[in-house]
């Protein structure tokens, strides 16, 4: 099964991600017996323990309960053990994982570049984290924010800078007019921005522009005192970001432009599904 550095996982449909041996470090629950303990995924195949974002795969996991601290820690080891392991859809029928670094589009640095990159201080510290693996949204979608918030999302700055995507390509699919930061793409872009405020407008409240992701993170889910309503705003928050995930993407990767009220709508709709309540109904 393994020759060289290269593993053929097959599509990734038949070994159990936690049980099997498929990573040389050896079984996943012998490695991280606590997260087994509380995962959801116990059983599970490698394809149903992530998704496609439309460029790359993202791990994605979910936790029978709020994780501590010390376990969040836990889970930053098992990403950067997963780092490494790439499938890609270089064959027609399916996709194909490698345990290699040559994955869709990476390059033998891109992921010396990912694991040698330190992860801030504040990740370890800061509350945010904890606040957001709450289960009140689907585990990719936590994933997804968390990655926006501790600035690991691969927008094209980010891809620039590991020499995945040429400079000239850095601009901003929803504006084309900035280069696209996670900032920017999540917070500052005219488009973005008109989705926040349609949020703001239906719910009744104004403000200013934030000066990070993370004030803007900590001042939206903050916002009400009503235990109810910290939830509507806290699960329009994820709405807002997926949504804008999803939309760039769609221009990105298949040329499919949404026009603003089919995006606004859409997040709104995401914050239905995932609450069971209508956010602009009551
Ligand atoms: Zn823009």
Same mark, same amino acid.
């Given at each position: 099964?393994? %020759?060289?550095? !290269?593993?053929?996982?097959?599509?990734?449909?038949?070994?159990?991600? @936690? *049980?099997?041996?498929?990573?040389?470090?050896?079984?996943?629950?012998?490695? /991280?017996? =606590?997260? &087994?303990?509380?995962?959801?995924?116990?059983? %599970?195949?490698?394809?149903?323990?992530?998704?496609?974002?439309?460029? *790359? @795969?993202?791990? +994605?996991?979910?936790? =029978?309960?709020?994780?501590?601290?010390? *376990?969040?820690?836990?889970?930053?080891?098992?990403?950067?053990?997963?780092?490494? $392991? #790439?499938?890609?859809?270089?064959?027609?029928?399916?996709?194909?994982?490698?345990?290699? #670094?040559?994955?869709?589009?990476?390059?033998?640095?891109?992921?010396?570049?990912?694991?040698?990159?330190?992860?801030?201080?504040?990740?370890?510290?800061? !509350?945010?984290? =904890?606040?957001?693996? #709450?289960?009140?949204?689907?585990?990719?979608?936590?994933?997804?924010?968390?990655?926006?918030?501790?600035?690991?999302?691969?927008?094209?700055?980010?891809?620039?800078?590991?020499?995945?995507?040429?400079?000239?390509?850095?601009?901003?699919?929803?504006?084309?007019?900035?280069?696209?930061?996670? &900032?920017?793409?999540?917070?500052?872009?005219?488009?973005?921005?008109? $989705?926040?405020?349609?949020?703001?407008?239906?719910?009744?409240?104004?403000?200013?522009?934030?000066?990070?992701?993370?004030?803007?993170?900590?001042?939206?889910?903050?916002?009400?005192?009503?235990?109810?309503?910290?939830?509507?705003?806290?699960?329009? /928050? /994820?709405?807002?970001?997926?949504?804008?995930?999803?939309?760039?993407?769609? =221009?990105?990767?298949?040329?499919?432009? !949404? +026009?603003?009220?089919?995006?606004?709508?859409?997040?709104?709709?995401? %914050?239905?599904?995932?609450?069971?309540?209508?956010?602009?109904?009551?």
């Amino acid at each position: 099964m393994i %020759s060289g550095l !290269s593993m053929e996982l097959g599509n990734g449909r038949t070994i159990q991600f @936690w *049980e099997d041996r498929w990573l040389p470090p050896g079984v996943l629950k012998d490695i /991280f017996p =606590r997260l &087994f303990s509380v995962s959801t995924l116990q059983g %599970s195949v490698i394809r149903d323990c992530g998704f496609w974002d439309g460029l *790359e @795969w993202i791990w +994605s996991f979910q936790w =029978r309960r709020e994780l501590f601290q010390w *376990e969040l820690d836990l889970v930053h080891q098992l990403h950067e053990l997963l780092q490494s $392991v #790439k499938p890609t859809t270089e064959k027609e029928n399916g996709v194909v994982w490698k345990f290699d #670094k040559t994955g869709v589009y990476s390059t033998a640095s891109f992921g010396k570049v990912l694991q040698a990159e330190v992860l801030p201080e504040e990740i370890t510290s800061y !509350s945010f984290t =904890r606040a957001v693996w #709450k289960g009140l949204v689907p585990p990719r979608v936590e994933l997804l924010t968390w990655f926006v918030l501790i600035g690991r999302v691969n927008t094209k700055d980010r891809l620039c800078r590991f020499r995945v995507i040429a400079q000239q390509d850095n601009r901003c699919v929803l504006c084309d007019k900035a280069e696209e930061t996670a &900032f920017h793409l999540f917070l500052e872009c005219e488009t973005t921005w008109k $989705v926040w405020c349609a949020w703001l407008l239906a719910l009744g409240r104004q403000w200013s522009l934030p000066g990070t992701l993370n004030d803007h993170f900590e001042s939206w889910t903050e916002l009400s005192v009503r235990k109810v309503d910290r939830k509507k705003w806290f699960i329009g /928050f /994820f709405a807002v970001i997926w949504t804008t995930w999803l939309e760039r993407n769609g =221009r990105l990767f298949r040329d499919h432009t !949404s +026009s603003m009220e089919d995006i606004i709508n859409r997040s709104f709709r995401y %914050s239905e599904k995932w609450s069971g309540v209508d956010p602009i109904g009551c």
